[in-house]
Nanobody, 123 residues
Framework: VQLQASGGGLVQTGGSLRLSCAAS????????IGWFRQAPGKEREGVAC????????YYVRSVKGRFAISKDNAKNTVYLQMNSLKPEDTAVYYC?????????????????WGQGTLVTVSS
């Protein structure tokens, strides 16, 4: 099983980025997918999650209204659209796959992880 995270980069405050998490040897129908981030000197935190059905999405309060998680089962890919980016969004972003239909903001519950993609928001 592989998760390939991509789409990070350098963007100015107020800008947008779309992260992708491409899954191989894993059916998105069977997994909930979460995006986590880790800033320098901080613990990894859950940012957003979409359940295996795609019907429910969850967001940490600091990104509600700015980020949107979605998935394309045909492409076996989950996206994180990030708008109105702020310097405090700067972090390495990871996607994780959790077996089952429930989301979780606990990283230790996830079964598989992508390699991370760096997002830097300049002020």
């Amino acid at each position: 099983v592989q998760l390939q995270a991509s789409g990070g980069g350098l963007v100015q405050t107020g800008g947008s980025l779309r992260l992708s998490c491409a899954a191989s040897e894993l059916r998105l129908d069977d997994y909930s997918i979460g995006w986590f981030r880790q800033a320098p000197g901080k613990e990894r935190e859950g940012v957003a999650c979409i359940d295996s059905s795609g019907d429910s999405q969850y967001y940490v309060r600091s990104v509600k209204g700015r980020f949107a998680i979605s998935k394309d089962n045909a492409k076996n890919t989950v996206y994180l659209q990030m708008n109105s980016l702020k310097p405090e969004d700067t972090a390495v972003y990871y996607c994780g796959a959790l077996s089952g239909w429930l989301c979780s903001d606990h990283d230790y519950e996830y079964d598989y992880w992508g390699q991370g993609t760096l997002v830097t928001v300049s002020s």
